[in-house]
């Protein structure tokens, strides 16, 4: 058997070293939460998302993911921020860095991030494995909408920290009933991030996906690694103080169900010759 491409070999690592640094970033951002700190721990999260989604998904399949993501992620906050579109009118501020048009772009990395987590979380809650286990349209709808309230139940405590603390945009409405916001906002991250991965599961449901490398139990541990930061950062600065809280349930709950999958683990397909 051929030995496996040097690339695809330096993947795991790649992904546990980038994680690392995502995870120290995170920390930084506790004791200096400034706009360079935020964009350099938004990239760090997305290189390694995309480290793990190649080395999960092939390097084509992973790109895919990340250009459907990326665009819609952006057209969507685009039209959000010019229209009012999808999350309700709201404007973005200088805090999160460069904008393409309307929209800083770290935002359209959250969106392939946190889209790549909740893929990866739903599959190991239901067919515990961090791919599907059917290729069926029924089982790519519910595990897509499984995906996206897992996104969204981040957004719970993001959303609120993101105006009340970094004050990163601002709501045209602001007695919405959530903690100021509309309700509104949260379909639209539902709507979005059910596009996206239901899209991905459509754009790759014509071939098997197959890992770059072998892809062992731990190595799915880096998706659940990046959503558990989100919920343990919400859980010390989640403001308003009520966040603190909710975060712990909101995500920790798919969490938990995640790794009840994780230990009943089936591995992703054998890597083709």
């Known amino acids: 058997m051929s030995a496996l491409?040097?690339?695809?070999?330096r993947l795991p690592a790649l992904s546990f070293a980038l994680l690392a640094a995502f995870v120290i970033a995170t920390a930084v951002r506790t004791h200096n939460d400034t706009t360079i700190a935020i964009v350099i721990a938004s990239v760090l999260m997305f290189?390694?998302?995309w480290a793990s989604a190649a080395h999960l998904l092939g390097p084509r399949a992973a790109l895919q993911f990340v250009l459907i993501a990326v665009s819609l992620g952006w057209f969507a906050e685009q039209m959000g921020s010019s229209r009012g579109w999808f999350f309700g009118h709201y404007t973005y501020t200088d805090v999160l860095g460069p904008r393409l048009l309307d929209v800083p772009l770290v935002i359209p990395m959250m969106w392939f991030a946190l889209t790549y987590a909740g893929y990866v979380i739903s599959n190991l809650i239901v067919w515990q494995s961090a791919v599907d286990g059917a290729p069926g349209l029924g089982n790519a709808a519910m595990l897509s909408f499984l995906a996206a309230m897992i996104v969204t139940a981040f957004d719970l405590g993001a959303d609120p920290y993101f105006v009340y603390t970094l004050k990163a945009w601002i709501m045209a409405k602001t007695d919405g009933a959530w903690?100021?916001?509309?309700?509104?906002?949260?379909?639209?991250?539902?709507?979005v991030a059910?596009?996206?991965?239901?899209?991905f599961r459509m754009s790759v449901r014509q071939r098997p996906l197959q890992p770059a490398s072998p892809f062992l139990r731990r190595h799915a541990m880096v998706p659940l690694a990046i959503y558990a930061a989100g919920m343990v950062f919400q859980m010390i600065l989640g403001n308003p103080v009520e966040i603190r809280t909710i975060a712990a349930f909101a995500l920790g709950i798919p969490l938990l169900c995640a790794l009840a999958g994780f230990q009943r683990w089936r591995a992703p397909g054998k890597v083709a010759p």
């Not at 059910?194 to 899209?199: H, Q």
């Open 179 to 191: 903690f100021g916001e509309t309700v509104q906002g949260f379909f639209g991250w539902v709507f």
């Open 194 to 199: 059910f596009v996206i991965v239901f899209g």
């Open 47 to 49: 290189a390694c998302c």
């Open 5 to 9: 491409p040097s690339t695809a070999g």
